[in-house]
T-cell receptor, first 116, second 109 residues
Framework: DTGVSQNPRHKITKRGQNVTFRCDPI?????LYWYRQTLGQGPEFLTY????????KSRLLSDRFSAERPKGSFSTLEIQRTEQGDSAMYLC??????????????FGSGTQLSVL | SQQGEEDPQALSIQEGENATMNCSYK?????LQWYRQNSGRGLVHLIL?????REKHSGRLRVTLDTSKKSSSLLITASRAADTASYFC?????????FGTGTSLTVIP
């Protein structure tokens, strides 16, 4: 399978616990994005990487959230001290971009987080 | 906050009919894209229209873009039950993509 892979598919955790999600993008893609989506809403931008550099972070991304993309390959998104409001689908997308006017995103199936 | 708004929020049609959904956005864009999402899954890219284009076709899909009105429409012709999904517009501005709130389409067999 050469698509974007996300693990785990589902995560149930208790409030206050830390969770980590992983995203494996399409191998030749240089950009990687994290989005959060709640029921009935569109994806909301969290952060994105160009290769290993984290170039932009949303104001939605509080200091409890951290993302990494070591070596410009897979990425992890960690949420510390989870809160019930963190419950959402976390989506990863990747793209190969040279000219921004043609860039399109390839999404993984997401990680559904439930904080009890 | 999200950049765009889709209209209608929900649409229910009979198989074979055409489905039209609209998207309005707020700022200048490089391009506008439409994505589809089946329940509990990730989004799938459907079609991209650049800011200097006015209309684009791909199979049963037709997209229009009016940059003066900051709006776009997606037409799905001869709909099928398998087209049942949520549809999102996404505007590309700088290095960010902003998604709308989506239109939930139900195609009744």
């Amino acid at each position: 399978d050469t698509g974007v892979s996300q693990n785990p598919r589902h995560k149930i955790t208790k409030r206050g616990q830390n969770v980590t999600f992983r995203c494996d993008p399409i191998s030749e893609h240089n950009r990687l994005y994290w989005y959060r989506q709640t029921l009935g809403q569109g994806p909301e931008f969290l952060t994105y990487f160009q290769n290993e550099a984290q170039l932009e972070k949303s104001r939605l991304l509080s200091d409890r959230f951290s993302a990494e993309r070591p070596k410009g390959s897979f990425s992890t998104l960690e949420i510390q001290r989870t809160e019930q409001g963190d419950s959402a689908m976390y989506l990863c997308a990747s793209s190969f971009s040279v000219v921004s006017t043609n860039e399109k995103l390839f999404f993984g199936s997401g990680t559904q987080l439930s904080v009890l | 906050s999200q950049q765009g708004e889709e209209d209608p929020q929900a649409l229910s049609i009979q198989e074979g009919e055409n489905a039209t959904m609209n998207c309005s956005y707020k700022t200048s864009i490089n391009n506008l894209q439409w994505y589809r999402q089946n329940s509990g899954r990730g989004l799938v890219h459907l079609i991209l229209i650049r800011s200097n284009e006015r209309e684009k076709h791909s199979g049963r899909l037709r997209v229009t873009l009016d940059t003066s009105k900051k709006s776009s429409s997606l037409l799905i012709t001869a709909s099928r039950a398998a087209d049942t999904a949520s549809y999102f517009c996404a505007t590309a501005s700088g290095n960010q993509f902003y998604f709308g709130t989506g239109t939930s389409l139900t195609v009744i067999p």
